[in-house]
DNA sequence: CCACCAAATG
């Protein structure tokens, strides 16, 4: 309910709807919740520039304030344009005979005092501080250590820091930023040097430090030693121009890193590059939109795709129109593809040969036979793009995928081109996919004569047959794959936390991760089956073993891992971004879909061909893949 | 009765 309001008044900016707002939660008697009040307070003192008396007269109007509403008022004046006027509530406090300030009250106050840069009131709190016991507090000191560099004084911030008895890294952070601050280089160094711990912000700092005063040579090798670079890092970087001779000698660059996100479908990571785009006035290079819009569809954000395109700042060429078509279609939107197409037309854009493989895995993804037929006579006979051997590939997996399996035979069989074996596998996943044994076994015979050392297809074989219980072929093929010492390639997963991005294989050695992976799913599972009557299907094991067995190797695949480590890590209400390198499995699917309706949680999976989102016991994908 | 508010890097 809180939260609710508090995203409604991120949304608004001026003061009139602020005041609509503050009616409604009036109306709901939340008016006088601590926590929304304070931060009806925070967004006018913040947020809206001329609401300041309106926040005053807030708190005015606030029946009975106590020390922590006070402190609310205090540290929203605090972040405000005029810092210095929330030293009229700390009098204030002061003088109420039944409230008295604590730590919070002081640390607020300080750094008020720090914004504003006037050092007399900040040397009159620290007395105050000092009457009240509150300077030895670990906070109020470290706020006082800031204050005092803020304010130029670096002797007595240096005092303060001499006098406490135990300083903990982030008062070692704040010695070592007063120093850059009062244009101490050395002292700084002599600093980062001697502290007894470090953590991200202190080398944050060094570099920070480092850049401001122009020390550009020494800001690189910090970057370049910093063993964890997060958001801040990267971005001091930029900001302070130190990255920008790279990348704008060659665009290039960017977009590399760009295609190297998208592969990995680091999200998180993307959206940084993002913001540097933006703000280092790249988003006027067209070719980098392009690479933004294949990043955030690879790493599974059509939305922000889609908003990138509509926002392009400069003109869209074909790249950028089939970017976000083939975006479109790895997300099961096909209908929205081929509107996209239409308007592309409308626009004058001509549409090439990889506009058309787009759009044709767009229709055979969501299953559009008619569509995708009609853009394949349409590519030859109104744009006179001569179909290469990938188009075929698209419209036998278009038949294939919705069950017309005699109809893409016949298709490779009439092509004018002759079939590789990419073809071929195409027509047996599809059915894999259909349980079709006798189309299955011919089509394998042609692979066997092409690409006879080829794993996948000895495993899709299988699959066939053990969807259709023969496990005497099964392990036959087994026996043979063992025979010509033929691995099964090894599925991962992985999924980004925190920016740091996590591997689950299938039956790998224990450690911390997967052990805690491993306890979060069991009682995921278990919850699963008494909660949504889950029962597991076995039919995607590709051994003939004892069903108890199996349901263990099912239940080790590792994007259900990632998935238990993504629920037990990530807070509430984040979408799980899984990558998995080979396709999802029948019953990791449906797992999949129970556990965003059981824990209420958005799930997007990446597998080797397209996407799959996961919301409230439903797939984007409508169980076709 | 408790907890919601707090210090350092961009």
Aim: hydrophobic fraction near 40%; aromatic fraction near 8%.
């Amino acid at each position: 309910m809180e939260e609710a309001w508090v995203s409604l008044l991120s949304k608004c900016s001026s003061l009139k709807p602020t005041k609509q707002i503050h009616a409604q939660i009036c109306k709901t008697g939340l008016h006088t919740d601590p926590l929304v009040f304070g931060k009806l307070l925070l967004h006018c003192a913040i947020t809206i520039s001329d609401a300041l008396h309106y926040a005053l007269r807030l708190f005015h109007h606030f029946p009975n304030p106590d020390t922590f509403m006070h402190n609310t008022l205090i540290r929203s004046l605090s972040l405000s344009q005029t810092p210095l006027s929330s030293l009229h509530p700390f009098i204030q406090l002061r003088r109420q005979p039944t409230l008295s300030p604590d730590s919070f009250t002081f640390a607020f106050a300080l750094k008020a005092v720090a914004n504003s840069r006037h050092l007399r009131p900040g040397i009159q709190l620290h007395s105050q501080a000092f009457r009240h016991g509150f300077d030895a507090h670990i906070f109020v000191g470290t706020t006082l250590i800031s204050m005092y560099a803020e304010c130029g004084d670096s002797g007595s911030a240096r005092r303060v820091f001499d006098e406490m008895s135990e300083p903990n890294v982030v008062t070692w952070n704040a010695v070592l930023t007063a120093a850059f601050r009062c244009g101490d280089v050395e002292g700084a160094q002599d600093v980062f040097g001697c502290m007894p711990v470090r953590n991200l912000t202190s080398w944050n700092g060094m570099l920070a430090g480092y850049a401001k005063a122009g020390e550009l040579g020494l800001a690189r090798r910090v970057f370049y030693e910093m063993p964890l670079r997060d958001e801040v890092s990267w971005s001091t970087m930029i900001v302070g121009e130190l990255l920008r001779e790279e990348i704008r000698t060659n665009e290039v660059s960017l977009t590399g890193v760009l295609s190297a996100c998208a592969q990995a479908g680091a999200f998180e990571f993307g959206k940084i590059l993002h913001g540097f785009v933006e703000k280092a006035g790249f988003l006027y290079v067209g070719s980098v939109n392009n690479a933004l819009i294949d990043t955030y569809s690879k790493c599974g954000n059509v939305a922000m795709a889609r908003l990138v395109f509509q926002n392009m700042p400069v003109a869209r060429s074909i790249v950028s129109w089939t970017s976000i078509i083939a975006g479109l279609a790895m997300h099961g939107c096909g209908e929205e593809a081929i509107q996209l197409f239409h308007e592309m037309e409308e626009s004058g854009v001509r549409p090439d040969g990889i506009t058309f493989i787009s759009l044709l895995y767009a229709c055979s993804h969501s299953g559009l036979v008619e569509e995708g037929c009609g853009l394949f006579s349409k590519m030859k006979n109104l744009y006179g793009i001569e179909p290469a051997i990938e188009h075929y590939g698209c419209m036998v997996d278009l038949y294939g995928r919705a069950a017309r399996l005699q109809k893409a035979y016949e298709f490779i069989c009439e092509m004018p081109v002759s079939p590789n074996a990419i073809i071929w596998r195409t027509l047996l996943g599809a059915c894999s996919i259909h349980g079709n044994i006798e189309m299955a076994e011919l089509v394998k015979a042609r692979l066997a004569e092409m690409d006879p050392d080829n794993s996948g297809d000895h495993v899709l074989l299988s699959n066939v047959y053990a969807v259709a219980g023969k496990w005497k072929d099964v392990s036959s093929i087994r026996r043979t794959m063992t025979e010509h010492s033929m691995k099964k390639t090894p599925g991962w997963s992985m999924i980004e936390i925190d920016k740091v991005i996590y591997g689950f294989v299938a039956g790998e050695k224990p450690n911390e991760v997967t052990e805690e992976a491993h306890e979060k799913l069991r009682e995921i599972m278990l919850r699963l089956r008494t909660e949504a009557g889950y029962a597991p299907q076995l039919r995607s094991v590709l051994h003939d073993i004892e069903e108890e067995e199996k349901e263990d190797s099912v239940s080790k695949h590792s994007e259900k891992l990632a998935a238990a480590f993504g629920i037990a890590k990530l807070p509430k209400g984040r979408i799980l971004r899984i990558v998995k390198n080979l396709r999802v499995c029948g019953d990791c699917h449906t797992v999949m879909k129970l556990i965003s309706k059981v824990y209420q949680v958005e799930i997007i999976v990446r597998d080797r061909s397209r996407f799959h989102s996961f919301k409230d016991g439903f797939c984007s994908c409508r169980d076709y893949w």
